[in-house]
């Protein structure tokens, strides 16, 4: 149980196009799902915290109108990188939160490559 | 704020040994404590959390950590390292609650080498 689902897994963009990530809670529902950057070698980094039915809450530094994210069912969640350039290839990772356990869960992640 | 530190960017150890990987973190209120591990190019997925109570923690995979809050460390072991434990591990704190925002450390590269 308990699994989290990202789509797609790996995508490949022309720069100043936009791009949808989408998170899934599989078996379980989340009203509160969480949207991570990871950038080769390095750590993940928080960028938002996505709530179902209402907006997204952002990071310090973290440009909303570029990283647009809705939360319209408890169990999808999506990540629009709108006007992408190169420097937001990154690795996006995913976390649902489970009410039940009130555990973060992680999707697999989605490789983005803006050429 | 909160901070983790996470003292080794790799360890590498022989197949059979014991390892340690390092974690201290720094925060002004009380914290939950979490140890992740990814695996190239997937998710994380959680090896043991720290809440409350004993401060020794055992995880999957027969990981354990201890939680030393006067060095404000919770250190990672495993007795017995196999070449499937080669990853990268992943620290994490959150000070409110297990819900809230985590915050990572920059991760350390376990080598498991036969």
């Known amino acids: 149980g308990a699994v989290v689902s990202q789509h797609p897994s790996w995508v490949i963009c022309k720069s100043g196009t936009s791009v949808k990530i989408e998170c899934r809670s599989l078996?379980?529902?989340?009203?509160?799902m969480f949207w991570y950057r990871q950038f080769p070698k390095q750590s993940l980094m928080l960028m938002a915290t996505?709530?179902?039915?209402?907006?997204?809450?952002?990071e310090q530094g973290v440009e909303k109108d570029k990283f647009l994210i809705n939360h319209a069912s408890l169990t999808l969640s999506t990540l629009t990188v709108t006007s992408a350039h190169p420097e937001d290839s990154s690795f996006y990772i995913c976390?649902?939160?489970?009410?039940?356990?009130?555990?973060?869960?992680f999707g697999p992640g989605t490789r983005l490559t803006v050429l | 704020a909160q901070s983790v530190t996470q003292l080794d960017s790799q360890v590498p150890v022989f197949e059979e040994a014991p390892v340690e990987l390092r974690c201290n973190y720094s925060?002004?209120?009380?914290?939950?404590l979490f140890w992740y591990v990814q695996y190239p190019n997937q998710g994380l997925q959680l090896l043991l959390k720290?809440?409350?109570?004993?401060?020794l923690v055992k995880g999957i995979n027969g990981f354990e950590a201890e939680f030393n809050k006067s060095q404000t460390s919770f250190h990672l072991r495993k007795p017995s390292v196999h070449i499937s434990d080669t990853a990268e591990y992943f620290c994490?704190?959150?000070?409110?609650?297990?819900?809230?925002?985590?915050?990572f450390g920059a991760g350390t590269i376990l080598r498991v080498k036969s």
């Open positions: 976390s649902a939160l489970a009410g039940t356990t009130d555990e973060q869960f």
């Open positions: 078996d379980f529902q989340a009203t509160t």
């Open positions: 996505s709530n179902e039915g209402s907006k997204a809450t952002y």
């Open positions: 925060s002004s209120v009380s914290v939950y």
């Open positions: 720290y809440l409350s109570g004993s401060t």
């Open positions: 994490a704190v959150s000070d409110i609650g297990y819900g809230n925002k985590l915050v």
